[in-house]
């Protein structure tokens, strides 16, 4: 499957900080991207989705970048707070196919 | 959005055995997935289970080890055949809303370990 890695494997903020979380991607056909949130003992849950046509989508807090150009993806997290600790992973699709492949994963720890 | 029940939720299983994993969601879905994730790694897919024939196998995986059934659109199941201590993992079943490209979802996941 594709090669889909992150840059930083752990990451450590303040609460009520900002927090950015970053993914690079290696399939320039990949179209679709979603970002998850897994707690320990969980599944992975859906945060946000962005497709290739966009270059940025905003949620509840949360913000996904699309870099097409050097193939980078990034998750913003507005005013970090103790739930938010998590790992998080982002995954490309390509329209051609149903398949998902996954980031390595960030370890998001949020400090009171 | 789809929910998704996984049997067992752990399993703790001697070396050299077999273990089914049963995968049920909520509603009928046109694509499931069968994904594992290593103790402090990443989701690795494992296959597209199809219904009504073979699964389609990732590179690094083999019908042998996991087969995969998909009897109708709500059900999956994946067996971790002759296990030993290197699939000790969690197994994740996953389901593909709507056409094409579409939410991903997962289930809870099945922990397995082999001693």
């Known amino acids: 499957g594709e090669s889909v890695g992150l840059h930083l494997p752990t990451l450590s903020v303040q609460e009520g900080d900002n927090s950015i979380i970053n993914c690079a991607y290696s399939n320039s056909a990949s179209d679709y991207f979603i970002w998850y949130k897994q707690e320990s003992g969980k599944g992975p849950q859906f945060i946000i989705d962005?497709?290739?046509?966009?270059d940025k989508r905003q949620g509840q807090r949360v913000t996904v970048l699309l870099n097409k150009t050097v193939k980078h993806l990034s998750l913003q997290i507005a005013a970090t707070q103790p739930g938010d600790s998590a790992v998080y992973f982002c995954?490309?699709?390509?329209?051609?196919?149903?398949?998902?492949?996954f980031g390595t994963g960030t370890s998001l720890t949020v400090i009171p | 959005s789809a929910v998704i029940s996984q049997k067992p939720s752990r399993d703790i299983c001697q070396r050299g055995t077999s273990l089914t994993i049963q995968c049920q969601v909520d509603?009928?879905?046109?694509?499931m997935f069968w994904y594992r994730q290593q103790p402090g790694q990443s989701l690795t897919l494992i296959a597209t289970a199809n219904q009504g024939s073979e699964a389609t196998y990732e590179s690094g995986f083999v019908i042998d080890k996991f087969p995969i059934s998909r009897p109708n659109l709500t059900f999956s199941t994946l067996t971790v055949s002759n296990m030993s201590p290197e699939d000790s993992s969690i197994y994740l079943c996953?389901?593909?809303?709507?056409?094409?490209?579409?939410?991903?979802?997962f289930g809870e996941g099945s922990r397995l370990t082999v001693l």
């Open positions: 996953s389901v593909l809303t709507g056409m094409n490209t579409g939410e991903l979802f």
């Open positions: 509603s009928q879905v046109t694509m």
């Open positions: 995954a490309e699709n390509t329209i051609s196919g149903n398949q998902f492949y």
């Open positions: 962005i497709r290739s046509n966009m």
